[in-house]
């Protein structure tokens, strides 16, 4: 879709989904994977962990994997103005639903770190996967809030994928916003 999100706004409910880690913040932050026979080990930002784990679906049976990076405040963690600007433009109008959808396994670092830079994040509806795969978190937002519209704003073409397919088999209109390096890219499909 070539369109701006804003495009969008005369749907009555239009559901806008962030990401966090590399979306809403630029982190340091490093999931480490250790082959068990080989002891090979990995390091994987969230964007790389993501495709891997799509590449690796039996990565929990080959590998001890730490997330332990991902457990807390983001210590060294950058807001990525470009997209939180869009989040506070889009909080400050009704006819927006906005989430935050994170793989983390919990919100109280995200939350703090989110709040530390004026994020109104009493205007989200929050929610951690706790794992790769977000499907089922977005198929909550969905048959919770009924939206005429998804746009979700997400570092992981994975996870905009799976974004896509629960809003296909719901038949909402979708659109998306990859962010690379920290800046967005519309025209995602052509990544």
Same mark, same amino acid.
């Not at 939350?111 to 994040?121: G, Q, R, T, V, W």
């Not at 073409?157 to 799976?162: F, G, T």
């Not at 896509?164 to 296909?168: G, K, L, S």
């Given at each position: 879709m070539e369109k701006s999100p804003d495009y969008f706004h005369q749907y009555d409910k239009h559901l806008i989904i962030f990401d966090f880690d590399e979306?809403?913040?630029?982190?340091?932050? #490093?999931?480490?994977a250790i082959h068990k026979s080989t002891g090979k080990e990995l390091t #994987?930002?969230?964007?790389e962990y993501a495709a891997w784990r799509k590449e690796e679906p039996n990565a929990y049976e080959l590998y001890d994997v730490d997330f332990s990076e991902f457990q807390r405040y983001p210590e060294k963690g950058e807001l990525i103005e470009s997209v939180a600007n869009k989040l506070k433009q889009?909080?400050?109008k009704e006819n927006y639903i906005l989430a935050l959808v994170t793989g983390r396994d919990n919100l109280a670092g995200p939350?703090?770190? #989110?709040?530390?830079?004026?994020?109104?994040?009493n205007k989200m509806f929050l929610m951690c996967s706790g794992?790769?795969?977000?499907?089922n978190c977005y198929r909550s937002l969905i048959n919770t809030f009924e939206p005429e519209h998804v746009t979700i704003y997400e570092d992981s #073409?994975?996870?905009?994928?799976?974004c896509?397919?629960?809003?296909?088999k719901f038949s909402v209109h979708f659109s998306a916003v990859l962010i690379v390096n920290g800046i967005p890219v519309y025209d995602w499909r052509k990544k």
């Open positions: 979306t809403l913040c630029k982190t340091n932050a #490093l999931v480490r #994987l930002n969230s964007t889009f909080a400050s939350k703090h770190f #989110l709040s530390d830079n004026y994020i109104p994040i794992d790769p795969n977000k499907t #073409l994975a996870h905009i994928n799976q896509f397919e629960v809003c296909a």
